[in-house]
């Protein structure tokens, strides 16, 4: 581990809302600063590809290449292979870009040449242009699998096949639980020179808990040596995007900062709450955890950059709770 | 075998020659009277998915879904996907179009399935809208291998890559000569229906010696009872497309449906030629094959038919000379 890789900052992202505070984070602090691990529980063999959902968010979004006004997938994309699939009667309820689709196959191509994830993410974000750490939560298997009130279900199939409609009464994690934690993610927990863990405003019930229930992972971070600091990804009783909120009150959590602080419980050092819902921060901290109250909906290049700056300097200000 | 496919009429093919042939044969025959079977020495894995070129031509050309013009590929073809292959600094010298990429996609997931490339191509023949019987050569791997002035290189390397500027010194055959022919070729040379077999105006050396090599083909040809005619690929000393012309230079043969006759040798019952090699009949004859004069550049659908009738007819007059 002489060689390890010792960032300062340790950012857990998922989708959408991740990759914004990915690319923020990315703008205030050096390459040799920041880890950004992303999780893999959505990861999927879709038509003989392997998709990878959520890095790939954080990958284009980091390279410029992501579509801002749909919220996902690539700029400038276009659906012919999608059309043509169609037409061969296969299946298209997973929408595959033409631009997106040469990060899967060549993805693919790579992972059955036997290479990581881990690898195979570095040098897709080498060829992207990212020159940031990035990295999945790990190299295993870890797909998130999901009981509703229509059975169990895959993860993806819950999520875009079905939109969520299904009632969500469980999560499960069992091939997380198993996963080995990706390098990493275990040298950035490790980093001497670590100081701060940053859980960016993604879904925390599909995005970051996958992370926290890889092996070993939470008993790393209970014994944490830098604050954990988490940005809501809820504001004003709803989710930004995405169905965090609808997921929130299904599993009978309060959908406010609170509930996000109350699903964490003692990780959490620290939580950005946005303006709009400043009237919480004093039974937030009431729980043992401090808050920050900003702006935190990411509409521009400067929101982003804002938001990271201001998480940062929060959780300069803090120390373990442990 | 009692269920087996009884054809009327075998065509054998290759690429677009062989491809345009099928489509005159599949107006004049019905569904439940020809065969088609198509060389699969031209498939190869690129970016891990698998691609069989004179397959997809076969069937693009008889769903009409071809690119007459460039003379390869889909119609409406784009290109988006290979765009961002190429920014990912990956291997662009195979052209794979967004919608050709649906093709691959579904038929690699089919494969790694473990079906055979049999069922895959009946089953993406049903889906693309082809109501007639096209089978490879065999579900074997059966790459054709090349040796030239640059050593011995892969078939698509030569092809494609190297656009066959290299100078031909011999083909190989050897994964063929141990393949096992398809159940739809084996049935079909069998059938007691059988009247003719038709070698398609396709590359005598990479297109239809690949059929020929498969283990036991050659010899259940030799032993025929139904006529074996083939449609000259060489007209006025040129190939009508590709590089046959150059090939068979190469390799030492004159560049004339003389040179077919004598590649072929005593297979070859029947040769329809086109009038611009007329003066050639007589040196034909007498080498033993018959010979039909005729018109023979397919630039339509009615010379497509015209042609496709021609050479029935023509097979109809004939014996197997064996």
Same mark, same amino acid.
């Given at each position: 581990?002489? $060689? ?23 703008? /205030? ?19 003989? &590809? ?12 980091? =390279?410029?290449?992501? $579509? ?5 997938? %690539? ?7 999608? @059309? ?17 689709? =040469?990060?899967? /196959? ?5 992972? &059955?040449? @036997?290479?990581?994830?881990?690898? /195979? ?27 509703? $009130? ?10 875009? =096949? ?6 969500? #009464? ?5 091939? =997380? ?43 790393? #971070? ?45 990780? #959490?050092?620290? #939580? ?26 990411? %509409? ?23």
């Amino acid at each position: 581990m002489s $060689d390890a890789f010792q960032p300062k900052v340790l950012a857990l992202a998922g989708g959408v809302g991740g990759a914004k505070l990915c690319v923020g984070l990315s703008k /205030v602090l050096g390459a040799d600063e920041l880890q950004i691990v992303v999780n893999t529980g959505d990861d999927f063999w879709h038509l003989g &590809l392997a998709i990878s959902p959520d890095v790939d968010s954080v990958l284009y979004a980091l =390279a410029g290449l992501n $579509d801002a006004e749909r919220g996902w997938g %690539r700029a400038g994309e276009t659906w012919n292979f999608m @059309a043509a699939l169609e037409k061969l009667g296969a299946p298209t309820w997973f929408k595959l870009g033409d631009l997106d689709l =040469a990060t899967h /196959v060549w993805r693919t191509e790579r992972l &059955l040449q @036997a290479d990581t994830l881990s690898d /195979v993410t570095a040098e897709l974000a080498r060829r992207l242009g990212v020159a940031r750490r990035v990295a999945p939560m790990s190299d295993d298997a870890a797909a998130t699998m999901v009981d509703t $009130d229509e059975g169990r279900l895959t993860f993806q199939d819950y999520f875009v =096949a079905r939109q969520c409609r299904p009632r969500l #009464l469980r999560l499960h994690f069992e091939e =997380a639980s198993i996963a080995e934690p990706a390098n990493a993610l275990v040298e950035a927990l490790h980093s001497p020179e670590l100081q701060a863990i940053v859980l960016c405003p993604s879904n925390p019930f599909v995005s970051i808990a996958p992370i926290l229930a890889l092996a070993g992972v939470r008993s790393v #971070l209970e014994q944490r040596r830098a604050p954990l600091v988490a940005v809501s990804p809820i504001v004003g009783g709803q989710a930004i995007k995405g169905p965090a909120a609808k997921m929130m009150a299904e599993l009978g959590a309060e959908v406010s900062p609170l509930g996000i602080v109350r699903h964490y419980g003692t990780l #959490l050092d620290g #939580l950005v709450i946005d303006t709009q819902d400043a009237r919480l921060q004093r039974d937030i901290e009431a729980t043992g955890c401090k808050v920050q109250v900003c702006d935190t909906i990411m %509409r521009n290049e400067a929101d982003k950059t804002a938001l990271a700056q201001a998480t940062l300097d929060f959780a300069a200000t803090l120390r373990p709770r442990r």
